[in-house]
């Protein structure tokens, strides 16, 4: 069964971090480029992040750019999203998805607020 479990969401201050984990399981993971998407109320889906198969290559939406960092560890099958330096509109549930695919996280819900 394919299955892709995101973590670490929460409430943060601005200004402050936070590390979300996304677990994948039932595919092979160190084939699959991944992607981080957000979604706020009232807006679209938007792609915030994307990593390689290997990890030797990222982009970033232009939003996030020099805050967030998209990493794996193929030896884990996990995707994670370092957040820094968290702005109120980073708020929104974010979603783990495996590329090429219509496999997607159930979401997890970042707060930024004081």
């Known amino acids: 069964q394919v299955q892709l479990v995101e973590s670490g969401g929460g409430l943060v201050q601005p200004g402050g971090s936070l590390r979300l984990s996304c677990a994948a399981s039932?595919?092979?993971?160190?084939?699959?480029?991944m992607s981080w998407y957000r979604q706020s109320p009232g807006k679209e889906r938007e792609l915030v992040a994307t990593?390689?198969?290997?990890?030797?290559?990222?982009d970033y939406a232009n939003s996030v750019k020099g805050r967030f960092t998209i990493s794996r560890d193929n030896t884990k099958n996990t995707v994670y999203l370092q957040m820094s330096s968290l702005k109120p509109e980073d708020t929104a549930v974010y979603y783990c998805?495996?590329?090429?695919?219509?496999?997607w996280g159930q979401g997890t819900q970042v707060t930024v607020s004081s």
């Open positions: 039932g595919f092979d993971f160190s084939s699959a480029a």
């Open positions: 998805h495996k590329r090429d695919s219509d496999v």
């Open positions: 990593i390689t198969s290997s990890g030797g290559s990222t």
